[in-house]
């Protein structure tokens, strides 16, 4: 009888935060969409440490591919940001949960942990505390303009064909990036790029994985992603690029010190050649780019998913958008304090809504997988980016559909559009692609009698970003 109490008590306590009657769910659905979300969604804590070491997020600061040896098993630094990455996740998917009641998960967002690394790091210069500092300053930033109509305003204010064009960019840049870790793409001097030797372990074992992920994700399998990844990191141990050295089944949660609240404003703004305007004009360009593409990516995910789970009003706006968004913020720079890059909303948050998920009880499920995910650093740790970069062609391929919706017909259109995504590949940043393509956009819109179709804000963006580079050129 008592326990027969409790569990009614529990369903009681569940029915009152998260309205589970009023939306036509059940207390088992919820729990096992939200598990079917993570498992999705899981990758993450496998890549984003990965992809942030290079950047100098070890304890030997090592850049680049100078990195690639160290893991959360052999490196603090790294352990610390793979359980930055799983506690902000936990931390935004909870807020998503408990205050906007949505069935959302959040994490570390892929494209955005590309730019933080190869962009503001490597490409820029500043060292991972100052992209942090940027990082913070980009979530404060996203957390001002939610919470006033400044939010709308930048939304509209860009076209949608860029907005198009930054999701299929950042596609095409980090399955590059994906490609260059798995030796699949590799230098060469007379071409700038070309293709690895496919009887190089490396470059067979990231095949392998692509294969195997691209058949999985083919069939509609579920965690596909994260199957391809486990397969990929136990078939690369009899090839010799699996190191299971340290391998522990469940392990303490590492420590988050090395990398909490490491965050260096004097350094980020007293960077720069080119004296306190440049450096300055350099930080504004960062924090911009930070935080438009998390702005376009959460919109976009949170508008995309929300009509497959009932959460569109009579007028076909998402309810609780606003909260939606400010969860996402907050994790941003919750996630800098701890120690990892821009926290944003997952469109893998889809597969637990299909399973029927429809209210926050969805989403506080794959906030607590987050953390119970943290006394697996041992198994984390082993996993080789030759498993991982399988991960990153994948889910670039499927970032480069939003390109097929861009209205190519009209070359005023088309031309900005172009040079956003083909620029964030070729010149290895996601911000030169948003320049680029807001650069272009007024031009050929003023040179056609067009100009009454940019809006002011486009103008004033491509005034900075012209500065920028010619304050900056690098």
């Not at 994490?107 to 992209?131: D, E």
């Not at 303009?145 to 400044?150: D, F, G, P, R, Y």
């Not at 941003?332 to 926290?343: D, R």
């Amino acid at each position: 009888m008592d326990i027969t109490q409790r569990r009614e008590e529990n369903v009681s306590i569940l029915e009152r935060l998260f309205k589970l009657q009023e939306n036509n769910t059940t207390v088992k659905t919820e729990i096992i969409a939200g598990i079917t979300t993570f498992i999705t969604i899981a990758y993450i804590i496998f890549v984003n440490p990965n992809i942030l070491k290079f950047a100098g997020m070890n304890s030997k600061n090592a850049l680049g591919d100078a990195a690639a040896s160290l893991n959360a098993i052999n490196d603090p630094v790294v352990a610390s940001v793979f359980a930055a990455t799983c506690i902000s996740a936990a931390i935004g998917t909870f807020i998503m949960a408990l205050y906007a009641n949505v069935p959302f998960a959040q994490a570390p967002g892929m494209g955005l942990n590309a730019f933080f690394t190869f962009s503001v790091c490597l490409t820029l210069g500043y060292t991972w505390q100052q992209a942090l500092a940027a990082v913070f300053i980009s979530g404060l930033l996203f957390i001002l303009m939610t919470v006033t109509s400044l939010r709308e305003m930048i939304v509209d204010a860009i076209p949608q064909n860029l907005k198009l064009a930054i999701s299929g960019g950042i596609g095409l840049f980090i399955a590059l990036i994906g490609l260059k870790s798995g030796s699949i793409i590799v230098d060469n001097p007379a071409t700038l790029v070309g293709f690895g030797s496919f009887t190089d372990k490396h470059a067979l074992l990231t095949l392998i994985g692509i294969t195997i992920t691209g058949i999985l994700m083919s069939r509609n399998v579920k965690g596909s992603i994260l199957i391809g990844i486990i397969v990929t990191t136990i078939i690369g141990i009899p090839m010799g690029i699996t190191n299971i050295e340290g391998i522990k089944l469940i392990s303490a949660p590492p420590s988050v010190a090395p990398t909490f609240m490491k965050m260096d404003f004097k350094g980020l703004l007293g960077l720069g050649q080119a004296g306190l305007v440049g450096a300055i004009m350099s930080v504004v360009m960062v924090v911009i780019s930070f935080s438009l593409v998390d702005m376009f990516d959460t919109i976009g995910t949170l508008v995309g998913t929300a009509q497959k789970a009932n959460l569109l009003d009579e007028n076909g706006k998402m309810k609780n958008m606003n909260k939606a968004l400010l969860a996402d913020a907050i994790a941003t720079t919750c996630g800098a304090m701890l120690g990892t890059s821009t926290v944003t909303t997952y469109v893998e948050s889809t597969a637990g809504i299909s399973e029927g998920g429809k209210t926050g009880l969805t989403a506080f499920t794959t906030g607590v997988m987050f953390l119970l995910a943290m006394f697996f650093t041992g198994l984390v740790g082993i996993v080789p980016a030759e498993a991982t970069a399988p991960a990153l062609v994948i889910v670039g391929a499927l970032m480069m559909g939003a390109i097929t919706k861009i209205n190519f017909d009209d070359f005023t259109e088309a031309l900005p559009a172009f040079f956003t995504i083909a620029v964030m590949p070729f010149s290895y940043s996601i911000a030169n692609g948003i320049a680029a393509g807001m650069i272009f956009y007024p031009i050929v819109k003023i040179v056609t009698g067009k100009s009454k179709e940019v809006n002011p804000a486009v103008y004033v963006l491509a005034v900075l970003f012209i500065i920028r580079f010619a304050l900056l050129p690098h």
